[in-house]
C-alpha cells in the first residue's frame, strides 16, 4: 500500500490556509483577477503595545501568504487618529486631562517631535513595522474624512439611520443608535469629539445637527459645553462611530480581509451587517483572534501601562523573534513579558537549524510547516547561509565580564575557546552581541529553557540551588559541583553538563563559579529550582 503524500497548502502554515479561504470566497464573489487589499487598524491613543503591532503584522502575514499564491495584495495601515482621548495613558503627564475628548490628532505633542499626539503615536506604531520589514501604505483617518475618502458611506450610512440604530440594537443590545445618529461631530466650541450628541442629518446641504452635552467616559463624566451647532459631513468635521467606521472603511479601501481581536467580535459582526444591508457590499473575510495578556493574567493594555512596546522587545531581540511570536500560532490568548524574548530568539535559532536540515524533523506536513514560518518571520527573505548561534546566557556572561570598551574582541576570542566561530564583521555577531549588552545593563535575570532531569540528577540540581547562597566565594562555588555530584553518585563531568543546559542552554561553557557569580546566585538558584520543579512534574 503506498501512501498518498500530505496535502500541505502553500508553505503550510495557518497563514496560508487563511490565504486559500481568501481566495475561494474572492471568486465566489466573482472577483477573480483583482488584486487584493488587507487592512490593520493602528490605535493612536496611547503607547502602541506588541498587541497592536500584532494586529498589523498577521495582515503583513496574511499578505506575504496571498502574494507566495500568485495574488498581488497591498496592507493598509489605517490610524484611527481622529478619535478622541478616552482617558490619559498611565505614564502620561496629568495635563494632556485637559484634552479628554479632543480628537487625538488636534491634540499637541507633549513630547514636541510631532505635529500632534496621534501622529506621534501612529509613528511609534509605523516605526515597528518598518523595523520589522512589514511593507504597508499609511493612511491616516483624520486626512481621509477631510479628503471626502467616507463621503459616500457616511451618506448612505446616516441616511439609512434607523435601519442603522435597530442593526446595532439587535447585534450589540445597545438602544443608543436608535435615539441619535451614529456619528460625532466636532463641537465647533469646545474642540470636543465624546460630547457631542448627533440629532439629525439634512442630506440636501450633507450636515449634521448637534448638541454639545455630558458624557460619561468610563470613571470620570466630561462636560459638554451645551453649545448646538451643525458640521458638514464632507469636511472632516466629525467621524462615525466607530459601530459603523468599519464598514465604512472597508467599503471606501476596498478591504478584503481584516482581522480582528476577540472584543471586537458583537462590533465585527454590526459592522459586517451595516456593510451588507446598508452599502450593500459583501464584507471583509475576517479571523478572530485573542489578546496577549501579561503574567498577572491581565490584558496589555495602553491605558493600563502594562506596555510591552515592540521597540523595548526590538531592543534585546530581532525582527525576526517578534514575528515569530505572532505567525507562531494564530489562537489562544498568551501571557508574554519581556524576559520571555531569549526563549523566542532560542526557538528562531531552532527553525533555522530545521530550515537548513541542521536538525531533522520526518514528518513532512510538519518540516513544511516550519520551513515556512521560518521563511514568513524572514519576510520571504530568508539568509543563503544560517548563523552561529550563541546561547542567550552565555553571551550576557561574556558581556558582563569582558572589559569595557573591549567587549567585541574579549567575547569572540572566549566563544573561539569554546568552539564557536565569530567573526568581528559579522553582522548577525554584532547585532547578537549589541543586544545581550542592553539585557545585561536592563534585565537582572537569567533564561532557561526546559531540560528534562530526574531522579538523583534532579535531587543533585535542587540541592545545588540551596546552597549557592551560602558563599560568594567563585572557588567554593566550583567545588560545591564536585561534592554534590559525588554524594548523590553522578559523575562530574555529566553533571557539569547537565547544569549548562539548564544555565546556558550548550553543552559547556565557562567555569560555573565566576558564572554563578557575574549572573546572580539568586537568579542561578531560582533557574535550577524552576529546572527541578519541572522536570518532576513531567513524571
Not at 437 to 443: F, P, Q, T, Y
Amino acid at each position: 500500500m503506498t501512501l498518498e503524500p500530505p496535502v500541505i497548502i502553500g508553505r503550510g502554515t495557518w497563514l496560508d490556509k487563511i490565504a486559500a479561504d481568501i481566495v475561494v470566497r474572492e471568486k465566489t464573489l466573482g472577483r477573480v483577477g483583482k488584486s487584493l487589499r488587507v487592512e490593520s487598524g493602528l490605535g493612536a491613543s496611547g503607547i502602541p503595545h506588541i498587541g497592536s503591532f500584532g494586529d498589523a503584522a498577521r495582515a503583513h502575514g496574511v499578505r506575504m501568504a496571498l502574494e507566495n499564491i500568485g495574488v498581488k495584495t497591498e496592507l493598509i495601515a489605517f490610524s484611527d487618529d481622529m478619535d478622541g482621548l478616552r482617558r490619559v495613558p498611565a505614564g502620561f503627564p496629568k495635563t494632556l486631562s485637559k484634552y479628554l475628548g479632543f480628537p487625538v490628532s488636534s491634540i499637541p505633542d507633549p513630547f514636541g517631535c510631532h505635529e500632534s499626539y496621534g501622529q506621534h503615536m501612529g509613528s511609534l506604531l509605523l516605526d515597528s513595522l518598518d523595523k520589522t520589514g512589514i511593507a504597508y501604505r499609511a493612511v491616516s483617518g483624520t486626512r481621509a474624512y477631510k479628503e471626502g475618502l467616507f463621503n459616500e458611506q457616511i451618506d448612505k450610512i446616516l441616511r439609512n439611520a434607523t435601519k442603522v440604530g435597530l442593526i446595532i440594537k439587535e447585534t450589540l443590545g445597545q438602544e443608543k443608535y436608535t435615539e441619535t445618529l451614529p456619528y460625532f461631530p466636532i463641537c465647533k466650541n469646545c474642540g470636543r469629539i465624546y460630547t457631542t450628541k448627533a440629532l439629525e442629518y439634512i442630506p440636501e446641504r450633507h450636515v449634521v445637527t448637534y448638541v454639545c452635552e455630558d458624557v460619561q467616559l468610563r470613571v470620570e463624566t466630561l462636560k459638554g459645553c451645551g453649545h448646538k451647532g451643525e458640521v458638514d459631513v464632507r469636511r472632516g468635521e466629525g467621524k462615525l462611530s466607530w459601530k459603523v467606521e468599519f464598514a465604512a472603511r472597508w467599503s471606501a479601501l476596498k478591504i478584503n480581509y481584516e482581522a480582528y481581536g476577540k472584543d471586537l467580535t458583537e462590533s465585527v459582526r454590526a459592522n459586517d451587517r451595516v456593510m451588507e444591508e446598508v452599502l450593500g457590499e459583501a464584507p471583509p473575510f475576517h479571523t478572530r483572534y485573542e489578546h496577549f495578556i501579561d503574567k498577572t493574567g491581565s490584558k496589555i493594555s495602553k491605558s493600563v501601562g502594562n506596555v510591552i512596546a515592540p521597540q523595548l522587545w526590538l531592543k534585546y531581540g530581532p525582527p525576526q523573534s517578534l514575528l515569530l511570536l505572532m505567525f507562531k500560532r494564530s489562537v489562544g490568548s498568551r501571557a508574554v513579558w519581556v524576559k520571555d524574548i531569549p526563549t523566542y530568539v532560542g526557538e528562531l535559532d531552532e527553525l533555522e537549524d530545521i530550515y537548513f536540515g541542521r536538525k531533522q524533523v520526518k514528518d513532512q506536513k510538519e518540516l513544511a510547516k516550519l520551513r515556512g514560518l521560518y521563511e514568513y518571520c524572514w519576510n520571504m527573505k530568508p539568509p543563503s547561509a544560517p548563523s552561529v548561534h550563541i546561547p542567550h546566557n552565555l553571551l550576557v556572561y561574556l558581556v558582563k565580564v569582558a572589559p569595557k570598551g573591549k567587549e567585541n574582541d574579549f567575547v569572540r576570542e572566549k566563544l573561539a575557546s569554546y568552539g564557536y566561530k565569530v567573526s568581528t564583521t559579522d553582522p548577525d555577531f554584532l547585532a547578537r552581541l549589541e543586544r545581550a549588552l542592553n539585557w545585561a545593563r536592563d534585565i537582572d535575570t537569567i533564561s532557561t529553557r526546559e531540560v528534562s532531569i530526574e531522579g538523583k540528577e534532579r535531587d543533585a540540581v535542587l540541592e545545588l540551588a540551596g546552597v549557592i547562597n551560602a558563599s560568594n566565594d567563585e572557588a567554593y562555588l566550583q567545588n560545591v559541583v564536585f561534592t554534590i555530584a559525588k554524594k548523590h553518585g553522578l559523575q562530574p563531568g555529566s553533571f557539569f553538563k547537565t547544569l549548562y543546559r539548564i544555565l546556558i542552554g550548550a553543552d559547556s561553557g565557562p567555569r560555573l563559579g565566576p558564572y554563578i557569580l557575574a549572573m546572580g546566585r539568586e537568579n542561578v538558584s531560582s533557574a535550577l529550582v524552576a529546572a527541578g520543579r519541572s522536570s518532576k512534574g513531567q513524571e
